[in-house]
């Protein structure tokens, strides 16, 4: 009721506000929704703290880099730099709070029995539809056979580089190592290629990524890479040595032929099983064990027709019916791991109706059901409208999640290239980012990763990843909520505090504090707090207690007052009665 | 006039007639009938529960307790709550006056208009009983207010069709076929004002350009 009187009420007061939505500046626009669903400027809760070319650090810029992953454990940041057929790593230098090239990786020596045996996919498109003409792939030259091979001049680049210090030269566009003692081992016929081996001294043979369009590091280092036309996942240690490949289920039972393995993004739990989500695979997600062995599928959204539909489905005729939509399960898009081993995964088809059904951020406990804790003003979806200003129209599609360890979540939004953090209730925090060419806005964007408390965001088209870094603003509430979630809540409410020092507008100060001095058994104060955030239900369960405790102090000033009143009743009726009497007489 | 006002047999008056709504409530065949047959109410007396209720609407609307009505108080607006309570109510008379003059109703306007409002009297006691219940009880029990509120709704709609069966000595089946026609009129009537005001605007702005052009011409 609440919500829906609120976007009643919004949708008018739309109109008025629409002209204030983009304020310029020097910082970037972070709003928040309040209780009327109308749009409230904060402080910047995160501000740039870097940004990554790839031309910086000589090894020519990503080219569509479609997924990062960043590993707290050994401060590195990981670029599936899709275009190029390579992944990326930086060293996060602590000490300077820069990124330092550390490898740049583009095929592993894998066991000749693991060579991929390919499908044929044809001409395969694999980003997503997009209107406002995001890069595609192209696989024009990048034939899947040659993988293989390894035969292609245009492919010079090196197997792999463990040392930093080695000389980069660039070389039409492509990268080649000014390292001359490289071929040590015997050419004895297999290499080709007189830059380096086909083989290495192990017997292994070298393969090359093809278009890898995600990486996942579990929490043992080990890496896994969806190396997508190469239609394979790819099982590394931390020192990117071959463990082992994951491998189309070769199963007609369980897979149908017309299924592709195109795996694109994925994760790895702690209890060693891969989710992988699969282009056009709309059963959820694939989930194998670190083996390869194919466990079935994982989190398939369920389809709900309505009954309208049902009806017109049941007096149409088969032509018309060929042409009617299919009620098909919804894609997921991408996927990530909580710190709790839950899979937090994202579609794109939120069409802005929240009964439709589709939630486009879900969590998802083992069995794939969703869990993810709804209690917000809205559902986590993103803008409350599409409006169409500047261009861009329609709801937000959401292109990846990140989870901070306070289960609250950071989604990306594509179409408007936005960042929605929400908390562990499902309330949206702030709001932030943007379509642009300025610093903190993106030309489009394809992953989002946090990296201790900062976050970092790909940017495909741009080429870069942009870090972003909590102000003090954006660190107060994430430690109100960090302290909240430990159960530290004075702690939690002070935070909350400071947070209202720096603004006074915001909801969540208040609920905050209000949660604190109600745990305290300050129920006035918790009343008035939630009375300002008009919150109904918390203010209810703090009026219960205030007037547990009210009646409790008063019981005889209560009882008196019923008493004399009683009295004086009974005196009133009895004269009355006297009085009437003696008219009667 | 003045004279009437002086008397203080014109306010006990009043105040009969108002308590006899109360005996409306729950006696309505009988109540109803008598209501402009037996001048148990007049149009003063009707005037004054009508004013009585625009006023508890802006109370409930101001005063309830947040657990139970929230209200955008930024955008809240008294003279338009009382006008959602008046104009309903004056139209629904006067769409329902114009059907049933057609249809052998034996009431005056004035005697649909007084008996509309009488029927109201439940959810005007309700809603301001409602606004004091409303502050001892916290949100899970805000049931009660809330159904509370809707018996009183429910209860107000029966007296309506009873009235509108009494005053006109309709039987049921008439009084809600006139009903739905007279609900039919206030559309009409609401879409003939829109029409007459948009082209009264234009003619407006039309004279208003005329004039705009002549003193342009002129400077």
Same mark, same amino acid.
């Given at each position: 009721?609440?919500?829906?009187?609120?976007?009643?009420?919004?949708?008018?007061?739309?109109?008025?506000?629409?002209?204030?939505?983009?304020?310029?500046?020097?910082?970037?626009?972070?709003?928040?929704?309040?209780?009327?669903?109308?749009?409230?400027?904060?402080?910047?809760?995160?501000?740039?703290?870097?940004?990554?070319?790839?031309?910086?650090?000589?090894?020519?810029?990503?080219?569509?880099?479609?997924?990062?992953?960043?590993?707290?454990?050994?401060?590195?940041?990981?670029?599936?730099?899709?275009?190029?057929?390579?992944?990326?790593?930086?060293?996060?230098?602590?000490?300077?709070?820069?990124?330092?090239?550390?490898?740049?990786?583009?095929?592993?020596?894998?066991?000749?029995?693991?060579?991929?045996?390919?499908?044929?996919?044809?001409?395969?498109?694999?980003?997503?539809?997009?209107?406002?003409?995001?890069?595609?792939?192209?696989?024009?030259?990048?034939?899947?056979?040659?993988?293989?091979?390894?035969?292609?001049?245009?492919?010079?680049?090196?197997?792999?580089?463990?040392?930093?210090?080695?000389?980069?030269?660039?070389?039409?566009?492509?990268?080649?190592?000014?390292?001359?003692?490289?071929?040590?081992?015997?050419?004895?016929?297999?290499?080709?290629?007189?830059?380096?081996?086909?083989?290495?001294?192990?017997?292994?043979?070298?393969?090359?990524?093809?278009?890898?369009?995600?990486?996942?590091?579990?929490?043992?280092?080990?890496?896994?890479?969806?190396?997508?036309?190469?239609?394979?996942?790819?099982?590394?240690?931390?020192?990117?040595?071959?463990?082992?490949?994951?491998?189309?289920?070769?199963?007609?039972?369980?897979?149908?032929?017309?299924?592709?393995?195109?795996?694109?993004?994925?994760?790895?739990?702690?209890?060693?099983?891969?989710?992988?989500?699969?282009?056009?695979?709309?059963?959820?997600?694939?989930?194998?064990?670190?083996?390869?062995?194919?466990?079935?599928?994982?989190?398939?959204?369920?389809?709900?027709?309505?009954?309208?539909?049902?009806?017109?489905?049941?007096?149409?005729?088969?032509?018309?019916?060929?042409?009617?939509?299919?009620?098909?399960?919804?894609?997921?898009?991408?996927?990530?791991?909580?710190?709790?081993?839950?899979?937090?995964?994202?579609?794109?088809?939120?069409?802005?109706?929240?009964?439709?059904?589709?939630?486009?951020?879900?969590?998802?406990?083992?069995?794939?059901?969703?869990?993810?804790?709804?209690?917000?003003?809205?559902?986590?979806?993103?803008?409350?409208?599409?409006?169409?200003?500047?261009?861009?129209?329609?709801?937000?599609?959401?292109?990846?999640?990140?989870?901070?360890?306070?289960?609250?979540?950071?989604?990306?939004?594509?179409?408007?290239?936005?960042?929605?953090?929400?908390?562990?209730?499902?309330?949206?925090?702030?709001?932030?980012?943007?379509?642009?060419?300025?610093?903190?806005?993106?030309?489009?964007?394809?992953?989002?990763?946090?990296?201790?408390?900062?976050?970092?965001?790909?940017?495909?088209?741009?080429?870069?990843?942009?870090?972003?870094?909590?102000?003090?603003?954006?660190?107060?509430?994430?430690?109100?909520?960090?302290?909240?979630?430990?159960?530290?809540?004075?702690?939690?409410?002070?935070?909350?505090?400071?947070?209202?020092?720096?603004?006074?507008?915001?909801?969540?100060?208040?609920?905050?504090?209000?949660?604190?001095?109600?745990?305290?058994?300050?129920?006035?104060?918790?009343?008035?707090?939630?009375?300002?955030?008009?919150?109904?239900?918390?203010?209810?369960?703090?009026?219960?207690?205030?007037?547990?405790?009210?009646?409790?102090?008063?019981?005889?000033?209560?009882?008196?007052?019923?008493?004399?009143?009683?009295?004086?009743?009974?005196?009133?009726?009895?004269?009355?009665?006297?009085?009437?009497?003696?008219?009667?007489? | 006039?003045?004279?009437?006002?002086?008397?203080?047999?014109?306010?006990?008056?009043?105040?009969?007639?108002?308590?006899?709504?109360?005996?409306?409530?729950?006696?309505?065949?009988?109540?109803?009938?008598?209501?402009?047959?037996?001048?148990?109410?007049?149009?003063?007396?009707?005037?004054?529960?009508?004013?009585?209720?625009?006023?508890?609407?802006?109370?409930?609307?101001?005063?309830?307790?947040?657990?139970? =009505? /929230?209200?955008? &108080?930024?955008?809240?607006?008294?003279?338009?709550?009382?006008?959602?309570?008046? *104009?309903? %109510?004056? !139209?629904?008379?006067?769409?329902?006056?114009?059907?049933?003059?057609?249809?052998?109703?034996?009431?005056?306007?004035?005697?649909?208009?007084?008996?509309?409002?009488?029927?109201?009297?439940?959810?005007?006691?309700?809603?301001?009983?409602?606004?004091?219940?409303?502050?001892?009880?916290?949100?899970?029990?805000?049931?009660?207010?809330?159904?509370?509120?809707?018996?009183?709704?429910?209860?107000?709609?029966?007296?309506?069709?009873?009235?509108?069966?009494?005053?006109?000595?309709?039987? =049921? /089946?008439?009084? &809600?076929?006139?009903?739905?026609?007279?609900?039919?009129?206030?559309?009409?009537? *609401?879409? %003939?004002? !829109?029409?007459?005001?948009?082209?009264?605007?234009?003619?407006?702005?039309?004279?208003?350009?005329?004039?705009?052009?002549?003193?342009?011409?002129?400077?």
């Amino acid at each position: 009721m609440r919500k829906l009187l609120a976007i009643v009420l919004s949708s008018v007061l739309l109109i008025g506000l629409a002209s204030t939505v983009h304020a310029a500046g020097p910082t970037n626009y972070t709003y928040v929704y309040g209780f009327w669903a109308d749009e409230i400027a904060t402080p910047d809760a995160f501000a740039v703290a870097g940004m990554v070319y790839g031309f910086d650090y000589g090894i020519g810029n990503f080219n569509n880099p479609q997924d990062l992953h960043s590993c707290k454990l050994t401060n590195k940041l990981y670029i599936a730099d899709t275009g190029n057929n390579r992944i990326v790593v930086f060293d996060l230098d602590e000490s300077t709070d820069s990124f330092v090239l550390n490898r740049v990786v583009t095929g592993v020596y894998i066991d000749p029995a693991d060579v991929p045996v390919l499908r044929d996919v044809g001409e395969v498109d694999l980003e997503e539809d997009d209107e406002e003409g995001a890069p595609h792939f192209d696989d024009g030259e990048h034939s899947v056979d040659e993988t293989e091979h390894f035969d292609d001049d245009e492919d010079d680049v090196n197997p792999q580089t463990d040392e930093i210090d080695e000389q980069w030269t660039m070389d039409n566009g492509q990268l080649t190592i000014d390292d001359e003692d490289e071929n040590e081992i015997d050419e004895d016929g297999l290499v080709e290629d007189e830059e380096f081996p086909l083989y290495n001294e192990d017997g292994l043979i070298f393969s090359g990524f093809n278009s890898p369009h995600g990486i996942f590091v579990d929490k043992h280092g080990e890496i896994f890479i969806a190396d997508t036309l190469n239609q394979r996942i790819l099982r590394l240690d931390n020192d990117f040595n071959y463990i082992n490949s994951v491998f189309r289920p070769d199963d007609p039972t369980v897979v149908d032929d017309g299924i592709e393995f195109l795996p694109l993004k994925l994760v790895a739990d702690f209890s060693g099983r891969i989710f992988t989500q699969v282009r056009n695979v709309n059963k959820g997600f694939m989930e194998f064990d670190v083996d390869g062995t194919f466990h079935g599928y994982m989190g398939a959204s369920r389809v709900e027709p309505r009954l309208i539909d049902i009806f017109w489905k049941r007096i149409a005729t088969d032509a018309q019916r060929r042409q009617m939509e299919l009620f098909v399960p919804t894609e997921y898009n991408n996927l990530s791991l909580d710190h709790d081993g839950f899979v937090y995964a994202t579609l794109s088809a939120y069409s802005g109706n929240p009964f439709d059904g589709v939630a486009p951020v879900r969590r998802l406990n083992a069995i794939g059901e969703d869990i993810l804790i709804r209690n917000g003003y809205a559902e986590p979806a993103g803008d409350w409208w599409g409006g169409s200003f500047g261009g861009i129209q329609g709801m937000s599609r959401f292109a990846d999640v990140t989870v901070f360890p306070n289960n609250s979540y950071a989604v990306l939004d594509r179409t408007r290239g936005r960042i929605f953090m929400y908390d562990y209730q499902g309330e949206l925090l702030y709001v932030f980012g943007g379509i642009g060419n300025t610093r903190g806005r993106f030309l489009d964007v394809a992953a989002i990763d946090r990296m201790g408390d900062n976050l970092l965001v790909l940017d495909p088209r741009a080429a870069t990843v942009t870090r972003f870094a909590p102000t003090r603003y954006g660190s107060y509430i994430t430690a109100a909520m960090d302290y909240y979630y430990s159960g530290d809540y004075d702690k939690s409410a002070e935070m909350w505090n400071m947070v209202m020092n720096l603004n006074g507008n915001y909801d969540f100060a208040y609920i905050g504090m209000g949660r604190a001095a109600l745990r305290n058994e300050q129920y006035a104060e918790a009343m008035r707090l939630y009375e300002i955030k008009h919150d109904q239900e918390n203010y209810g369960k703090a009026f219960q207690l205030f007037r547990k405790d009210w009646i409790e102090a008063n019981i005889t000033t209560i009882l008196l007052c019923l008493l004399v009143v009683y009295v004086i009743l009974k005196t009133l009726s009895i004269v009355l009665k006297i009085r009437n009497k003696r008219k009667g007489e | 006039m003045v004279a009437t006002l002086k008397n203080i047999d014109t306010y006990t008056e009043l105040l009969k007639q108002l308590k006899y709504a109360l005996y409306c409530i729950f006696h309505p065949a009988d109540g109803f009938w008598c209501i402009n047959r037996e001048k148990r109410a007049s149009v003063a007396s009707a005037t004054v529960l009508l004013v009585v209720y625009c006023l508890i609407e802006v109370m409930r609307l101001t005063l309830t307790n947040f657990q139970m =009505l /929230l209200v955008p &108080i930024e955008y809240f607006n008294a003279p338009m709550a009382a006008l959602s309570i008046c *104009v309903p %109510i004056l !139209l629904w008379s006067v769409a329902n006056w114009g059907f049933t003059t057609l249809f052998n109703g034996k009431g005056k306007l004035s005697d649909i208009y007084v008996a509309t409002v009488y029927a109201f009297t439940p959810v005007i006691i309700c809603n301001a009983a409602g606004i004091v219940i409303s502050q001892f009880i916290t949100f899970e029990e805000g049931v009660l207010y809330h159904t509370m509120l809707s018996i009183a709704g429910i209860w107000a709609f029966l007296l309506v069709l009873v009235a509108m069966m009494q005053v006109h000595d309709y039987t =049921l /089946l008439k009084a &809600i076929a006139t009903s739905l026609l007279a609900i039919c009129g206030i559309g009409f009537i *609401v879409f %003939i004002f !829109l029409l007459f005001f948009s082209l009264v605007s234009d003619a407006f702005m039309y004279f208003y350009s005329l004039y705009n052009e002549i003193v342009f011409r002129l400077y």
